[in-house]
């Protein structure tokens, strides 16, 4: 494993402010949590396991006696459940949304909503979650933020308009995986446009993690049935992955650092590891036309549009 005693340097500090945090109950997304809780901000943890939520939660307080965070139900594969976790969210503004939480190389299955389960929980739910939280995004006392997790797979990632949910073509579980990553930074592109072009105080960054040592490859592996490959995949963790905390780095730097952009994309300074820097994305991931094709076909999936109006104006 790489050196990261830079991964010890503290965030700017965050006292004051509300963050969501998908997926916090574990690899990323727990690191993300336990970070922004240590820079003084107040943390929503969602896990759409309420008991691996809650155990999360004693988690970080036992690292950080005395932060602040609480437990969220949201699961990401389930549209009612992401309206659920929004109507219930007991704060009127959100200074941050951290869009981590994801699924990798799964076999072919459908969301609660039909959708095939890699797209329509990577991208799907983080664009409902996202439209159904701009209000309270909006409402934010400074700069809001959103950051969304992609991953240097984007680039094998192709968006087929007719077949987004793998209906029609051979599934390919790696491919779907690059599709919905793929369709996070398309997404991300696409906020900040509209963002901006709303005149509105929010800036939308991505963010991927190189090669970080989480239970995202082994999972995957284990749900196709193959053990071996769950093994050759705790192996390369153990080995060659840098930490959760260190993959968790280049989405803080998104975050908290003061110097970033509407649109920016972070990643490790290797590519697969090392201090964030900014990342090169594909071709693809640049297309306006497909970027708007994208939009509008989640748009219509999900039921969630986007109103950028300021709450009480």
Do not use: C
Request: net charge positive; no cysteine.
């Amino acid at each position: 494993m790489p050196n990261e005693a830079w991964t010890r340097r503290p965030l700017p500090d965050r006292s004051g402010t509300v963050a969501v945090v998908t997926g916090a109950n574990s690899g990323l997304g727990l690191a993300t949590a336990h970070k922004l809780a240590e820079a003084g901000a107040h943390v929503v943890m969602a896990s759409r396991d309420e008991d691996r939520g809650r155990a999360a939660v004693r988690d970080v307080l036992r690292q950080v006696p005395g932060a602040s965070v609480e437990p969220g139900l949201l699961d990401l594969a389930d549209l009612s459940s992401v309206r659920a976790f929004a109507e219930r969210l007991p704060h009127d503004r959100l200074d941050l949304l951290v869009n981590n939480a994801g699924v990798m190389d799964i076999p072919l299955r459908r969301t609660a909503d039909g959708f095939e389960a890699q797209f329509g929980t990577n991208h799907l739910g983080h664009f409902a979650l996202t439209g159904l939280l701009l209000p309270a995004l909006l409402a934010a006392r400074g700069t809001a933020r959103v950051v969304t997790v992609s991953s240097g797979m984007h680039s094998i990632g192709r968006i087929v308009p007719d077949d987004l949910n793998w209906e029609r073509r051979p599934y390919r579980p790696m491919r779907a995986y690059g599709q919905s990553k793929l369709a996070n930074l398309l997404f991300t592109a696409g906020l900040d446009r509209r963002a901006a072009e709303a005149g509105a105080d929010l800036l939308s960054l991505a963010a991927h993690p190189g090669y970080a040592a989480t239970n995202l490859q082994a999972v995957g592996a284990r749900e196709r049935g193959s053990r071996l490959r769950a093994l050759v995949a705790g192996a390369g963790n153990r080995l060659f992955a840098q930490s959760a905390l260190a993959g968790a780095w280049p989405g803080l730097h998104a975050a908290t650092a003061p110097d970033v952009q509407g649109g920016d994309y972070f990643g490790p300074r290797r590519g697969h590891a090392g201090p964030p820097a900014r990342a090169s994305r594909s071709a693809a991931a640049s297309d306006r036309a497909t970027a708007r094709l994208l939009w509008h076909a989640s748009e219509e999936l999900t039921t969630v549009r986007y109103d950028f109006t300021p709450v009480g104006t």
